[in-house]
């Protein structure tokens, strides 16, 4: 199966990329397109909790517990070497269904194309000026000096073309 086109969205802490991602993919779902995410999390997440039958599963040493609904369903895998790094980004897209694009939170350090997301106000560096895979910034007002498209955060349309435009089978 071919894998999706993949377009990340990086930037630091609390400037906005969840909001953008998912206002991404909301408008990019109404326009018929199957859009899949990856997020990384720098912190230790449970899906289930103690005393469900999907927890008891895990810490009795299953690898892999699958939770199926009538609506949905979920894998959660265990990794055997737990390191302070998620699996590599590649390894995590080759397990997802075929969709017509894979937005990506985070994984700032890969090389697929990315969006910066940055926030005047919150006074971060821009990463873009030393990521050349950052190929375009979405900010809530002008940034000086800066090689590449500058995009306003509400002006999705254009953001969402630029991606669709941007975004490539990754790696």
Not at 25 to 52: C, M, W, Y
Not at 79 to 108: H, I, T
Request: hydrophobic share 40%; with cysteine; glycine share 6%.
């Amino acid at each position: 199966m071919a894998r999706a086109p993949v377009f990340g969205i990086v930037g630091y802490k609390n400037n906005g990329k969840t909001t953008l991602l998912v206002r991404l993919v909301r408008h990019l779902s109404a326009r018929g397109l199957v859009v899949s995410t990856v997020k990384h999390a720098h912190h230790s997440v449970e899906l289930d909790q103690p005393g469900k039958d999907s927890y008891e599963h895990r810490r009795a040493g299953a690898r892999e517990v699958m939770l199926a609904t009538a609506r949905r369903w979920f894998l959660v895998h265990e990794l055997a070497d737990a390191g302070d790094e998620p699996p590599p980004l590649a390894r995590l897209l080759a397990r997802m269904s075929q969709a017509d694009l894979v937005l990506v939170e985070g994984f700032k350090t890969c090389d697929h194309p990315k969006l910066e997301v940055h926030r005047r106000a919150r006074g971060t560096p821009l990463l873009a000026r030393g990521d050349p895979t950052v190929l375009a910034v979405a900010s809530d007002g002008p940034l000086e000096d800066l090689d590449r498209p500058v995009f306003h955060l509400d002006d999705i349309p254009a953001i969402a073309d630029f991606v669709l435009r941007h975004a490539r089978r990754w790696p």
